[in-house]
């Protein structure tokens, strides 16, 4: 699986842009940025590398799709 380690300061400028959406932060201070779009290989990725002792996080808000029940839309 494609990684990519970012330093504290490189993640703290303003002009700083997520790699990826997943990562983790390691002991170190740095940023492990893990290219997937599938959250359970992010999930299983990490527990195998590095154990239960990191948590996932998500740099940008995951958006689902709206679900609409009873609804319809027409345009006129």
């Given amino acids: 699986m494609k990684t990519t380690l970012v330093t504290?300061?490189?993640f703290s400028?303003?002009?700083?842009?997520d790699p990826t959406t997943y990562y983790i932060?390691?002991?170190t201070g740095d940023y492990?940025?893990?290219?997937?779009n599938d959250r359970k290989k992010v999930v299983e990725y990490?527990?195998?590398?590095?154990g239960k002792q990191y948590a996932i996080r998500t740099s940008k808000m995951?958006?689902?799709?709206?679900?609409?029940?009873?609804?319809?839309?027409t345009a006129r």
């Avoid at 492990?32 to 997937?36: A, N, R, V």
């Avoid at 995951?62 to 839309?73: M, Q, W």
Wanted: a neutral charge; charged letters at 30%.
């Fill in 8 to 10: 504290f300061e490189q």
């Fill in 13 to 17: 400028d303003l002009g700083f842009k």
């Fill in 25 to 27: 932060r390691l002991a």
């Fill in 32 to 36: 492990l940025y893990i290219h997937s």
């Fill in 46 to 50: 990490v527990e195998k590398e590095y």
């Fill in 62 to 73: 995951i958006k689902s799709k709206p679900h609409y029940e009873g609804f319809s839309v």
